[in-house]
């Protein structure tokens, strides 16, 4: 996988796809809390298999492959089939805190957005962080490998900072497990690509359950 970018695109996708953002997602575990209270994941075996059936399963074949149509509609100004993608995004979320999860985000994003002086030519309620982040990477000028890359890294960093907190990992387990995740990344890249509409969706049950009981628990660190 071939990165190709200029210098001021590449300071706006580390920007894009920092921790630091102000979108919020240090608050969302995506159904990972419940899995370790639960005893689904103990380790950081465990945590690797979690994720990477998640990188390769969900992200790979719903979130890549919709900021790919994101990207395209915007460039075409096909306003319609942009919001038509972000309504898709939106419905392929399985549970209510995983669509609030890319609401509250992806709406965060906008409003950050908003005040960098990037255009919004959505004017929705609800926007996905997919469609957000492709609209920032569109307005910036970054190619769609590196927002692709990009949008997976700002996953995968915020999933392994809960999974610090909760499993727990130390922090070395914790960069190690970056380190060989992202590996898998231009594999999901490419599985993206390869796409065709009708191939688009996901499979993960035990993340839908997951999911759906976390809001239930008793006490809770994250909002999903």
């Not at 490998?145 to 727990?168: C, F, H, I, M, R």
């Amino acid at each position: 996988m071939a990165i190709t970018t200029t210098d001021a695109s590449l300071l706006r996708l580390l920007q894009l796809s920092s921790a630091s953002l102000p979108v919020g997602g240090y608050a969302f575990s995506q159904g990972l809390e419940y899995a370790v209270d639960a005893g689904w994941v103990r380790n950081v075996e465990e945590t690797r298999e979690w994720l990477e059936l998640q990188l390769r399963h969900g992200l790979a074949r719903v979130d890549c492959p919709l900021l790919l149509r994101c990207y395209e509609a915007l460039e075409e100004g096909a306003m319609d089939r942009l919001r038509y993608w972000n309504r898709y995004a939106l419905a392929c979320r399985e549970t209510r805190e995983l669509l609030l999860t890319d609401t509250a985000t992806g709406n965060a994003l906008m409003r950050l957005l908003a005040q960098l002086q990037v255009p919004d030519p959505l004017v929705e309620t609800e926007v996905s962080f997919v469609t957000a982040f492709a609209l920032a990477a569109r307005h910036w000028q970054i190619g769609t490998t590196a927002a692709l890359a990009g949008l997976a890294w700002s996953w995968l960093e915020n999933q392994v900072a809960a999974a610090t907190k909760l499993v727990p990992l130390g922090q070395t387990q914790a960069q190690r497990l970056l380190g060989e995740i992202q590996l898998q990344v231009p594999a999901a890249i490419e599985c993206a690509r390869s796409l065709d509409d009708s191939e688009l969706g996901s499979g993960l049950p035990a993340l839908a359950i997951a999911s759906a009981r976390h809001e239930h628990m008793y006490t809770r660190l994250f909002r999903s």
